[in-house]
């Protein structure tokens, strides 16, 4: 009998622990390990963030999650000439290091998910659509004597692609030059046409991460997302501080829309 | 663009095709009219189409397609073919490409082999663009939970190098973000608690791990567990590198490729390798003694004239290196081109020159059907005479130090590794950097000879000198092109196998 209850309890908890699909709220993720990466969800192609910060892996929606980059990234662009794209020696830049930092959140991309082994060909398109935020955007490698290897940078014309190789989990530098709210358009695509597309949602320095950005995104009814959020207020401080940009975001994750051959 | 949407639409192109010729049967009285770029493919043709077909190559024997470039003649003959074949961007000059692309009558299949080939069951290796990145890439790890040890989310884990032996110094370094370097463990100012890092669990990180001088080194990483203020002890295990030499009978696991932790185990207490296999979506375990960590000659580099990497040794001077991070190694979306030094490609090309032809000529399809059967089952038998060959050369001798890199297919198919090569590409000028690469290459694996290939004599001078210096025979491979002594594939390839036990066994 003890143990009867303690199966129902534990499938209770399994209910009310086991991440919905779409959670009420932002999780905002502030530190531990996260990756962005595609996977099959009910055959579909779909890319997620693999949220390693709790007691196992979870895979959430990109629309479900904000990073959020505290101040211990704060540091100031070198005086060195290869840095010189980051911007003028000794101002100020957020980094999250290629390799863990504890008191920062470290994202990853990764093709592993056992998933996508059958349907993911050599290598996988990541592509950067575009950003939108108060400051640039540059996610760069580090290579053996400090050279710098852009990826992505929001200097640069749209859409940028890298490939990252089938079965493979790499870590690069994700620097933002002002604090405030970014929302990063990334698409994860195979060579035969599989692509799932995504806002990636970041908030860096000051303020309230899990209102910065508009709560309504893709999938559920809005019954479904409402309250909490909307409880705390909207945030007027970011709204003004983006002005534009915000609507701008509303269209960009409005607009969101997933392609699917699989 | 992909290589594979390239393949869709050659394939259509092939499929356009079948309406477009089937009736108007443009076949004139000589036969079909073919077009090849090289040699090598003009043979695989000639031995599908039998006597319906002719066929041309563009490069002219003995020719460079890397740079051989086209003439108006070559246009001419273009524009008067049935169907048209290349090999893949990256093997020909592009204006030859363009010039076939430009002259290809309308509705005559132009078929591009190499990324087709792979819808026929080709091997297909992506194209390296940094060999230096092309090796392990080898990091720290801490798995587990260890509860049952007292670890909570707060512990930390301390990874202390207490021994190393080698030839030289281990040096394990981060740089950092901005280009900082930090030093984890440095065996060349002997090992103290200063050469000891310590582990957040669930932790996982890269380094780099440098060595000064070529030989066996064996780094002893000591692990604890530190709860607060209290240390427990964990294990303690002895991990092997093969730098420069033949990790060959050092250790049964040979870890070269993909990525590799050395790992604290916090539930077992053990410190053992955890590995991702290359395009895998699962790892696994080995335990330090049963493993040899791989650091090859491509890994050499130049310690830079930066003051902070001083600890590397002086600026200019050589060391092995596997570095902090490999993304870049490959060229996004691009592939070796050179498909046929793996003889079962070259099966999945005459497969698909066989459908290509009987799309260009129906009527011929009996015939080519036949050709192509009686062809494969002699590619079968060449692969296994090839492989047979080979397999005579013992394998701690089986290193390939050659003009370009045109035999990493060879090497994957029939087990032998590409140990250096002067440039990647032939049309490319070797630099400084690149010849000490190459003289390094051959002392420290002691090969008794390298390969140079007919059509390449002009960039062979610098192989032919660094392989006289370094008292080397110098061999013949043939890679890209025929000579006037090899006239077809097949021949070819059984030369190749045949020169390279006569050379190295």
């Given at each position: 009998m003890p143990r009867l209850i303690q199966a129902l309890l534990a499938t209770a908890a399994l209910l009310l622990f086991t991440p919905a699909a779409h959670a009420q709220a932002p999780v905002v993720i502030a530190d531990g390990h996260v990756d962005l990466g595609p996977r099959l969800v009910d055959g579909r192609w779909t890319l997620q963030i693999r949220d390693d910060t709790g007691d196992g892996p979870v895979w959430r929606e990109p629309a479900d999650v904000v990073l959020q980059i505290g101040d211990a990234a704060k540091t100031t662009v070198p005086n060195d000439p290869a840095y010189a794209f980051l911007g003028t020696p000794g101002s100020e830049v957020w980094v999250l290091p290629q390799v863990q930092d504890q008191r920062l959140v470290w994202p990853g991309w990764n093709t592993?998910?056992?998933?996508?082994a059958e349907v993911v060909g050599r290598e996988v398109d990541w592509r950067l659509h575009g950003v939108t935020g108060p400051g640039r955007f540059e996610l760069f490698l580090t290579g053996n004597f400090g050279t710098p290897q852009t990826i992505f940078s929001s200097g640069r014309p749209y859409p940028q692609e890298t490939g990252v190789e089938a079965g493979t989990h790499v870590h690069g530098n994700w620097v933002f030059t002002a604090p405030g709210a970014y929302s990063l358009d990334v698409e994860m695509a195979t060579a035969d046409g599989r692509a799932d597309r995504a806002t990636l949602k970041v908030h860096v320095g000051p303020g309230d991460p899990a209102t910065a950005f508009p709560t309504t995104s893709s999938a559920p009814p809005a019954d479904t997302r409402a309250g909490p959020v909307e409880a705390q207020g909207v945030p007027w401080g970011w709204i003004a501080a983006g002005g534009v940009l915000v609507v701008a975001l509303v269209v960009l994750l409005s607009r969101r829309a997933r392609r699917n051959d699989g | 663009m992909r290589a594979p949407l390239r393949a869709t639409a050659s394939l259509c192109a092939v499929l356009l095709a079948v309406t477009a010729c089937s009736s108007t049967g443009s076949r004139g009285d000589d036969g079909l009219s073919v077009v090849a770029t090289t040699e090598i493919l003009a043979d695989l043709v000639r031995n599908v189409g039998g006597e319906r077909v002719r066929v041309d190559s563009l490069?002219?024997?003995?020719?460079d397609p890397h740079s051989y470039e086209p003439t108006p003649a070559d246009a001419k003959k273009v524009a008067k073919a049935d169907v048209t074949f290349t090999n893949h961007l990256l093997l020909e000059e592009q204006r030859l490409i363009k010039a076939i692309d430009a002259n290809a009558r309308e509705g005559t299949p132009n078929v591009s082999l190499a990324e087709a080939s792979e819808t026929y069951g080709a091997h297909v290796i992506p194209l390296v663009e940094n060999v230096g990145l092309d090796v392990l890439w080898l990091g720290l790890r801490v798995r587990g939970d260890g509860k049952q040890r007292g670890a909570t989310r707060t512990s930390e884990v301390r990874l202390t190098a207490t021994a190393v032996e080698g030839p030289g110094k281990l040096v394990a370094y981060l740089t950092e973000s901005l280009g900082k370097p930090v030093v984890y463990f440095d065996s060349g100012d002997g090992l103290s608690d200063v050469d000891s890092t310590t582990l957040p669990p669930a932790a996982h990180t890269h380094l780099n791990w440098a060595f000064t001088a070529p030989g066996t080194y064996r780094l002893t990483l000591r692990a604890a567990l530190v709860n607060g203020g209290e240390e427990v002890r964990l294990g303690e295990s002895t991990f092997t590198f093969a730098v420069g030499v033949d990790p060959t009978g050092i250790a049964p696991t040979v870890l070269g490729q993909g990525h590799t932790d050395l790992t604290v185990d916090l539930d077992t207490g053990e410190l053992y390798t955890f590995n991702d296999r290359a395009g895998g979506t699962t790892q696994d375990v080995v335990p330090a003694a049963q493993a040899v960590i791989e650091v090859p000659n491509k890994a050499i580099t130049t310690v830079p004239d930066d003051p902070r990497f001083a600890f590397l040794g002086a600026p200019g001077a050589s060391v092995h290196q596997l570095p902090q991070a490999v993304l870049g190694k490959h060229v996004h979306g691009e592939i070796d081109p050179h498909l046929w030094q793996d003889v079962r490609n070259a099966r999945a090309y005459a497969e698909l020159i066989r459908d290509t032809l009987r799309t260009a000529d129906p009527d011929g399809a009996a015939d080519y059907d036949r050709n192509a059967r009686d062809y494969l089952a002699r590619l079968d038998e060449l692969d296994a005479k090839v492989r047979e060959t080979v397999a005579k050369v013992p394998r701690q001798r089986r290193h390939l130090v050659t003009?370009?890199?045109?035999?990493g297919y060879f090497a994957s198919a029939y087990e032998m590794t590409v140990a250096g090569f002067v440039v990647p590409n032939p049309a490319q000028e070797p630099s400084v950097e690149d010849v000490r690469k190459l003289t390094e290459t051959i002392r420290n694996l002691k090969v008794p000879a390298v390969f140079m290939e007919p059509n390449l004599a002009q960039r062979g001078s610098v192989l032919t000198q660094v392989a006289r210096d370094q008292g080397v025979r110098v061999c013949l491979l043939y890679g890209d092109s025929f000579d006037e002594r090899t006239r077809n594939y097949a021949d070819m390839m059984r030369h190749n196998a045949e020169e390279i036990v006569r050379c190295l066994a």
């Open positions: 592993q998910d056992p998933s996508i | 490069v002219p024997p003995g020719g003009t370009h890199d045109g035999f």
